[in-house]
């Protein structure tokens, strides 16, 4: 079982919806990611929090909004998405500092309509 | 930005037969990591390498990571069922803090009866 738990696992919404994607590790990591993976198709960095402060967007559009209120939790908030933003939304933590390898949790399918 | 390019796309083996794939990088990485993810699922790791000429195994896993530091190949012995799945390389360029990963575009490992 991952340590990195996501919720929900399957999320369907309308281009006008607001909904969040939440994710939740209790390992004690100070750093926390989402990437965004399509089928087939790689992971795909979004954001990195660093010690529950932003530290990386890799220019990603606004209607996706990150927020950690902990060291234990990362939230996605979504708004106004588009079709092509159906994809396996992936969270991922690890140790901060050194060469820590990343754990990722089981991710959540989102489909836009 | 930075690529691995990961090879091969896709093996079609039998049951007990070795597998090699590998990664290669034009720019210098610190960390290799090797991950397993399978349908419905967020990638799990396998195996992580710190240091150029490191070899390093996990049961019927094997993996290395290159002297040049911009290579990396993994090698699974005796392969079963179970094994079947895609097969991701990941890269890290800097050392401490936190930064996302670059991953390979993934080796669909089927095995055939």
């Known amino acids: 079982d991952t340590e990195v738990t996501q919720t929900p696992k399957h999320l369907v919404m309308g281009m006008t919806n607001k909904k969040s994607l939440k994710c939740e590790q209790h390992?004690?990591?100070?750093?926390m990611y989402w990437y965004k993976q399509k089928a087939k198709k790689p992971p795909e960095l979004m954001f990195v929090y660093s010690y529950e402060k932003l530290s990386i967007n890799e220019s990603v559009p606004s209607r996706f909004s990150p927020e950690c209120p902990n060291s234990s939790l990362l939230n996605l908030h979504l708004h106004a998405l588009q079709p092509e933003d159906s994809a396996l939304y992936l969270c991922?933590?690890?140790?901060?500092?050194?060469?820590?390898?990343?754990?990722f949790g089981d991710g959540t399918r989102l489909s836009i309509l | 930005g930075q690529q691995l390019n990961q090879s091969p796309q896709s093996m079609f083996i039998q049951e007990g037969e070795d597998v090699s794939m590998n990664c290669t990088s034009s720019s210098i990485f610190n960390t290799w990591l090797w991950y397993k993810q399978d349908p419905g699922e967020g990638p799990v790791l396998l195996i992580a390498l710190y240091k150029a000429g490191e070899l390093t195994s996990n049961g019927r896993l094997t993996a290395q990571f290159g002297i040049t530091r911009k290579d990396s190949f993994l090698n699974i012995s005796a392969s079963i069922p179970s094994d079947v799945g895609i097969y991701f390389c990941?890269?890290?360029?800097?050392?401490?803090?936190?930064?996302?990963?670059?991953f390979g575009k993934g080796t669909h490992l089927i095995i055939q009866p």
């Open positions: 990941a890269g890290r360029a800097t050392g401490g803090g936190a930064d996302g990963l670059t």
């Open positions: 991922a933590s690890s140790q901060q500092g050194g060469y820590q390898p990343q754990h």
């Open positions: 390992m004690g990591h100070r750093a």
